[in-house]
């Protein structure tokens, strides 16, 4: 089983400020089959990007993705006040597709 | 619009059994890899299971192999999730989750329902 972790746990920043959160895989991801996802409290996850770099349908390009084998990045280059949520990275290269234990953006 | 919305969940007695389903529209069912993804309370999120757009390809986590049965009624438009001997453990959200590209197996999940919480306890 291939096992991400993401850092920092949590981030305290502010509006308008660049982000970038980590996630790193115990094993190469196939592929680069590696997806972002953005989780608002009682909301479903929404995905952001796929294939490590591909951003999602309708998606704002102050998101992207980057990174191969063990490590990825997702860069978010201006915080807008509705992208305070918890971000999890996941791998569907190989089963079981497992998640990263998420990164919390808070506002400081 | 691309929907998806879950049914089924309750509160169920530990060993107990639980059916949930998933009703999709807007899309071509029959033409994507569906799963079910759960999230237990104040956790991150566990892949639980994957079905292929025909039925004829499962996959399960370790965690519910042999306990929980994913199916698809294509004819329908309709995934389900049938959880036996259900433990305190599996106390979820569970969301079903359409993949991104059709004819694929392995893909990420772009559609996701609203979820619909299952409660093991006694």
């Known amino acids: 089983e291939i096992v991400l972790t993401q850092s920092p746990g949590t981030l305290s920043l502010s509006p308008g400020e660049r982000v970038t959160l980590s996630c790193r895989a115990s094993?190469?991801?196939?592929?680069?089959?590696l997806a972002w996802y953005q989780q608002k409290p009682g909301q479903a996850p929404r995905l952001l990007i796929y294939?490590?770099?591909s951003r999602a349908t309708g998606i704002p390009d102050r998101f992207s993705g980057s990174g191969s084998g063990t490590d990825f990045t997702l860069t978010i280059s201006r915080l807008e006040p509705e992208d305070f949520a918890v971000y999890y990275c996941?791998?569907?290269?190989?089963?079981?597709?497992?998640f990263g234990q998420g990164t919390k953006v808070e506002i400081k | 619009e691309v929907q998806l919305v879950e049914s089924g969940g309750g509160l169920v007695q530990p060993g107990g059994s639980l059916r949930l389903s998933c009703a999709a529209s807007?899309?071509?069912?029959?033409?994507?890899?569906m799963s079910w993804v759960r999230q237990a309370p104040g956790k991150g999120l566990e892949w639980v299971s994957s079905?292929?757009?025909?039925?004829?390809?499962?996959d399960y986590a370790d965690s519910v192999r042999g306990r929980f049965t994913i199916s698809r009624d294509n004819s329908k438009n309709t995934l389900s999730l049938q959880m036996n001997s259900l433990r305190g453990e599996d106390t979820a959200v569970y969301y079903c989750?359409?993949?991104?590209?059709?004819?694929?197996?392995?893909?990420?999940?772009?559609?996701w329902g609203q979820g619909t919480m299952a409660t093991v306890s006694s």
């Open positions: 996941q791998q569907y290269g190989s089963s079981p597709w497992t």
């Open positions: 094993q190469s991801v196939s592929n680069s089959y």
């Open positions: 294939g490590a770099s």
């Open positions: 807007g899309f071509t069912f029959s033409r994507y890899t």
């Open positions: 079905v292929s757009g025909s039925g004829g390809s499962t």
């Open positions: 989750a359409k993949v991104v590209v059709a004819r694929q197996w392995s893909s990420a999940f772009d559609i």
